[in-house]
C-alpha cells in the first residue's frame, strides 16, 4: 500500500503506533478509503487525511484466508513516503528429503524456453501423467520488430541516444508486455501444480546463455527472453510457495541434449518440406538408439524429472543433493 505524501514531513518515524495512525481497511469502496495519520506540523501535532493507492493484489490478499496484516511501517524516500503493510503468511511443506521418499509423490518439471514459453510435465509412480504448453503467443517476434524499430533509430542518429522520448515508450511497452507474460506464465505453472497438492516444483538452474554474433536488434532480443525466463523462474517459485508448494533447482546437464527415454546421447532436427533437417537449432528431438522422437522442449521437460531423480548414468554424481 502506497500513499501519496507532498506535505508530510516526517521527522524519524519508522514504526507507527496505535494511536498515531487509522486506516478504514473494511470500508466498503477500497478506492476512496484514506489513512489518518498524526503528522508534526513545526508547531504541533494534527491528524492529516492521505488519500491511498494501492493494488488489487494487496486487496485480494487482504480476503483470502491464512494471510495476516502485520503492524504498518512508515518508509522514506526521495520521492515522498510510503506506508508498508507487510502481509504473512504461515506455510507448512514438507522438506524435499522427507518428499523423495513418498512412493506416490507427484514432481513438476518446468522446461522454460523461448518459444514455447513453459513446457510442464507432471510425472507419478515413474510416468508422464500430464503434460501443458504454455506458448508465448508470438512475443519473441512481436518483442524482435520493436527492437529492431529502437536499434534502427540509434543506428540513424548516430549513437544511442539515452534520453530520446519515443525509444523510451518503446522500451517501457516491452518491458510490461514481458512482465504481463511472466506473470500469466507463472500463473498457469502454479495452476498445474494446483492439481496435485503435495507435489515439488522442479526448475532447472538458469543458465545465462550468452548473446553473440548475429546483429545488434537479436542480441537484445536474446537478453530479453533470458530476463523473461528469470522472472518466470523468481514468480511461480513466489506464487508455488503461497500455495505451499516447494521448488527445487536441478542440475541442468545434458537435459536438452540426452534421450528422455533411454539415456543416450540424441539428435536436434526439424522438419523442412517433409525433409528431415539436423541441426541445432531444430525443434524436434531423435534417439537413434531407441529410435525416440519427440518435441525438443517436451523431451528436456522429462529430464528434469531425471536429473531430479538422478535416473541416469549422465547425470554428474558428485552434486550435492537439494
Ligand atoms: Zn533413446
Redesign the pocket.
Known amino acids: 500500500m502506497t500513499i501519496n505524501v507532498n506535505r508530510l514531513r516526517c521527522y524519524d518515524l519508522p514504526t507507527l503506533y496505535a494511536g498515531t495512525y487509522t486506516l478504514e481497511l473494511d470500508e466498503l469502496d477500497l478506492r476512496k478509503s484514506f489513512v489518518r495519520l498524526k503528522v508534526y506540523t513545526g508547531q504541533q501535532w494534527e491528524w492529516v487525511h492521505y488519500p491511498t493507492r494501492y493494488n488489487r493484489y494487496f486487496e485480494h490478499r487482504r480476503a483470502e484466508e491464512g494471510w495476516e496484516t502485520e503492524s504498518p511501517k512508515l518508509v522514506l524516500n526521495k520521492q515522498g513516503a510510503a506506508i508498508h503493510f507487510l502481509q504473512t503468511k504461515t506455510i507448512r511443506a514438507q522438506k524435499i528429503v522427507e518428499s523423495k521418499r513418498d512412493p506416490d509423490l507427484v514432481t513438476v518439471a518446468v522446461d522454460l524456453n523461448v518459444k514455447q514459453l513453459a513446457v510442464m510435465t507432471v510425472r507419478q509412480h515413474g510416468k508422464i501423467v500430464a503434460t501443458h504448453f504454455v506458448s508465448d503467443q508470438g512475443l519473441d517476434q512481436h518483442r524482435y520488430r520493436h527492437l529492431k524499430r529502437i536499434t534502427k533509430k540509434q543506428w540513424q542518429s548516430g549513437r544511442p541516444v539515452k534520453g530520446e522520448r519515443s525509444n523510451q515508450q518503446l522500451w517501457r511497452h516491452i518491458r510490461c508486455q514481458n512482465t504481463d507474460s511472466a506473470h500469466k506464465t507463472a500463473r498457469a505453472i502454479v495452476e498445474a501444480c494446483e492439481q496435485y497438492p503435495g507435489c515439488v516444483l522442479l526448475f532447472e538452474r538458469l543458465r545465462a546463455i550468452k548473446p553473440k554474433g548475429e546483429s545488434r536488434s537479436r542480441r537484445l532480443n536474446r537478453k530479453q527472453a533470458n530476463q523473461l525466463k528469470g522472472k518466470i523462474n523468481q514468480l511461480a517459485k513466489e506464487k508455488a510457495y503461497a500455495i505451499a508448494v516447494v521448488s527445487v533447482e536441478v542440475n541442468p546437464h545434458g537435459t536438452s541434449q ?7 546421447k ?1 539428435l536436434r532436427f526439424s522438419l523442412q518440406a517433409g525433409q528431415r533437417v539436423q541441426g541445432l537449432g531444430g525443434k524436434l528431438f531423435f ?6 522422437e519427440c518435441h525438443a522442449d517436451f523431451n528436456a521437460s522429462c529430464n528434469v524429472h531425471h536429473s531430479f531423480f538422478r535416473e541416469f548414468h549422465w547425470q554428474p554424481l558428485a552434486q550435492k543433493s537439494g
Do not use: I, Q, V
Open positions: 540426452y534421450c528422455a527415454r533411454c539415456g543416450a540424441g534417439c537413434p538408439m531407441c529410435h525416440y
